[in-house]
């Protein structure tokens, strides 16, 4: 009898490094894989339509949030972004083990649909290495900036929700911990 995938859940603020880590995760050796996320807003340089995120129009977003098409979904920055629900649930009954990238909003959400899901949470020891990695994206304005900080700190009042907490000020040991965090949730049956 196949047992059902775990799904694991990290949110980050802004700047944190969640993207870089996500990356890295995927292409260990531990054999999870992306749930890729529904957005509206447009893509960044490199990113590709079905890889990084499904792009939609806000018209073809609502539509499909209408009609239940979302294990979760948010408005973040004056953008929707969502969860395709059938896409997680197959993977995991199907014996898969699959990360979910997404804000605090969302696994709030999911938690209450996966009660099993694991958080993860990953942060910076300060708001001031948060500022600075946002700075050196070139992404954003610095009004755009003070908005992510402000919604980082709102996001990291939220921390005792998450099973775990990683600290990104270094990238390899943060990762270390990343994998480790979630290779002892696989072993554990």
Sequence with gaps: MMR???LFIISAPSGAGKTTLEKMLLSSELGLIKSVSTTTRAPR???ENHKDYI???KDEFVKQRDEGKFLEWA???????GTPKSKVIN???KGKNVVLSIDVRGAEQVKKIFPEAILIFINTSSLNILKGRLKRRLTDSDEEINKRLEVANNEIAKLGMYDYTIINDDLAT??????NVIKKRLEKE
């Design 4 to 6: 059902d995938g775990k």
């Design 45 to 47: 340089a490199a990113e």
């Design 55 to 57: 792009f939609l129009t």
């Design 75 to 81: 408005e973040v920055f004056g953008n929707f972004y």
């Design 91 to 93: 993977a995991i009954k």
């Design 174 to 179: 943060a990762f270390g911990e990343l994998k």
